[in-house]
């Protein structure tokens, strides 16, 4: 098995439940990243502008952390037009579905939504069947 | 513009959790969804904590304040018990785009500022999915 990062999971985690759960509170808003992101596209309405700043904050955290002294691993593997497919795929599926990993996952299951936890449910199971068919199966 | 800036920090904590959870790295996430191969079952340890921090605001009956038009809100604005067609294609479609990638919507954001082309590529891609579903499902 993989080396299991405990206590960075653990804290990530908590610190992702935390501002939920903040702008929850303070703004009345639940933190539907795929919502959130396809609100900024046009046509507008005119009390959107919240999201941009959202995003705003979501775009500046790499930078910081990165000038905190940080670094932020990131391996990708697929080619680009494997992942050109894959964003199509997550951008119009998380749309469909009313929720990704942020909606469903974490601020509706919290909410005890069947609705989220049967969302969950499927597309952890999608997404491992994948994985598996492309790993294991087709071997790439 | 005080609320905005609130907001600003939620997106900016939200993204450092997931940095820190490591849920912007594609290979740890598919390392998480390749059980049956070399597993990292670390990323469930961020939604069970992510969830449990976000479970409190919940407890405290805090219902978020949002109008129907507001349809990145669905999470909250749909009955939690409606499981239609829309979620379970919408879920697997999502799952697939997933486990291909292995990228979410907010981890898509964060690494807009990765300086990959993988990652430009990846998010223009979702956001051209989340823009089909406006054009096929005539939002308002």
């Known amino acids: 098995m993989a080396e299991i990062t405990v206590i960075s999971a653990l804290t990530g985690g908590a610190i992702i439940g935390a501002a939920s759960a903040l702008l929850l509170i303070k703004h009345k808003r639940v933190a539907v990243i795929s919502g959130i992101a396809a609100g900024v596209l046009p046509p507008w309405k005119a009390d959107s502008s919240w999201r941009l700043w959202f995003l705003a904050g979501l775009f500046v955290s790499a930078p910081l952390y990165r000038l905190a002294g940080f670094q932020i691993p990131i391996q990708i593997d697929a080619p680009p037009i494997l992942l050109a497919i ?10 469909l579905g009313g929720g990704c990993t942020s909606g469903h996952g974490v601020c509706g299951i919290a909410r005890l939504s069947m609705r989220s936890i049967i969302a969950t449910l499927i597309f952890m199971l999608t997404a491992g069947i994948t994985v598996y068919l492309v790993r294991h199966v087709l071997g790439a | 513009m005080a609320k905005y800036i609130y907001v600003f920090c939620f997106g900016l904590i939200f993204g450092l959790g997931l940095i820190i959870a490591q849920m912007t790295n594609p290979g740890k996430v598919l390392a998480f969804l390749d059980i049956t191969g070399d597993w990292d079952p670390s990323l469930a340890l961020v939604m069970i904590s992510a969830l449990l921090v976000l479970g409190v605001p919940q407890r405290l009956n805090i ?5 129907a038009h507001e349809h990145d809100q669905q999470i909250v604005n749909t009955p939690k018990h409606l499981i239609d067609a829309n979620l379970i294609i919408g879920s697997s479609i999502f799952g697939l785009g997933w486990g291909l990638s292995g990228i979410c919507p907010g981890p898509a954001i964060v690494g807009l500022t990765s300086g990959l082309s993988e990652s430009y ?4 891609a979702m956001f051209a999915g989340f823009y089909l579903f406006k054009l096929l499902h005539r939002e308002r």
Not at chain 1, 86 to 95: F, K
Not at chain 2, 63 to 67: D, F, I, Q, R, Y
Not at chain 2, 121 to 124: I, K, M, P, Q, S
Request: net charge positive; hydrophobic share 35%.
């Open chain 1, 86 to 95: 894959a964003g199509l795929l997550v951008g119009y599926g998380s749309r």
């Open chain 2, 63 to 67: 219902t978020p304040n949002t109008s």
């Open chain 2, 121 to 124: 590529v990846f998010a223009g």
